[in-house]
Nanobody
Framework: VQLQASGGGLVQAGGSLRLSCAASGLTFRTNTMGWFRQAPGKEREFVAGVGGGTYYADSVKGRFTISRDNAKNTVYLQMNSLKVEDTAIYYC????????????????????WGQGTLVTVSS
């Protein structure tokens, strides 16, 4: 299984970026996909997930949108109204099977991880 994240970069506060995560080696449509991030000096945190539904961290609700294209085996994270505090390495992750509820927030419950893509938001 491989997860290839892309789309990170440098953007000014208030701007937008779209991250992509292409998956291979798994039956994409039946699995749960998540985005996590880790800022310097901080622990990894959940950002958004899609499985039996879509889920968001409170800090990104209304600004970020997760979506998936099963035909392309790709999950996206559209990030709008970016803030300096969104600066982090963003990782995509996959969990075998569809889940609902609190499991989707727990990075420890995911089976595969991508390599991460850096998002830097300047003021």
């Amino acid at each position: 299984v491989q997860l290839q994240a892309s789309g990170g970069g440098l953007v000014q506060a208030g701007g937008s970026l779209r991250l992509s995560c292409a998956a291979s080696g798994l039956t994409f449509r039946t699995n749960t996909m998540g985005w996590f991030r880790q800022a310097p000096g901080k622990e990894r945190e959940f950002v958004a997930g899609v499985g039996g539904g879509t889920y968001y961290a409170d800090s990104v609700k209304g600004r970020f949108t997760i979506s998936r294209d099963n035909a392309k085996n790709t999950v996206y994270l559209q990030m709008n109204s970016l803030k300096v505090e969104d600066t982090a390495i963003y990782y995509c992750a996959a969990r075998l099977g569809a889940v609902i509820g609190s499991i989707i927030y727990d990075g420890g419950r995911y089976d595969y991880w991508g390599q991460g893509t850096l998002v830097t938001v300047s003021s």
